[in-house]
């Protein structure tokens, strides 16, 4: 038996809080300004890598970019938003990132979280926001397999079941 996938846990990635009229003409011309990307619709996710949107709720996004521009990001926000009720939050320090790549990927987070995760119904540039296994998380696929976001006050313990999930036991054959 060999392993499923490699769990890895990222560098410090650049993360901000974006709520507010996902609709407006200025909330998508600061998004834009922001990451490079367009607002994204209902669980999707847009991004290249290094910059990235990700739909988190009628009114939230989370924007990723790099975790020195984060400042920079948030200046380009408040002056694109000037008079428009919004919130831009820096939470880069207070969320943790895992990388899962590999042939298992889809088996992984199966089974730890309550998503269907077959190719018909969950793919590449789609979010979830989700519980894995007991904690609060948000996963989107992308050609290397999925990005995982946590609170990081509970990253050693999403490591660890991430791990376990990857290492034990043999593959569901759900996603053959």
């Given amino acids: 038996m060999s392993d499923m996938a490699v769990i890895t846990r990222a560098d410090a990635r650049g993360m901000i809080t974006l709520r507010g009229d996902l609709g407006s003409a200025k909330m998508k011309k600061a998004v834009k300004a922001a990451t490079d990307q367009a607002i994204p619709t209902s669980g999707q996710f847009l991004g290249n890598g290094d910059k990235g949107v990700a739909w988190m709720s009628p009114d939230e996004l989370l924007l990723i970019v790099p975790y020195d521009g984060v400042a920079q990001a948030i200046e380009v926000l408040e002056q694109a938003l000037v008079k428009t009720h919004f919130l831009a939050v ?87």
Avoid: N
């Avoid at 007991?134 to 996963?139: K, N, P, S």
């Fill in 90 to 176: 820096d939470v880069s320090d207070a969320r943790a990132t895992f990388t899962v790549s590999g042939d298992g990927t889809r088996d992984v987070l199966a089974r730890l979280c309550p998503v269907d995760l077959h190719p018909d119904s969950f793919g590449t540039g789609q979010v979830r926001r989700t519980r894995l296994a007991q904690i609060a998380a948000a996963f989107w696929m992308h050609d290397a397999g999925f990005d995982v976001v946590c609170f990081r006050s509970v990253a050693d313990y999403a490591e660890g079941v991430l791990t376990r999930a990857a290492t034990t036991g043999e593959k569901t054959g759900f996603f053959a």
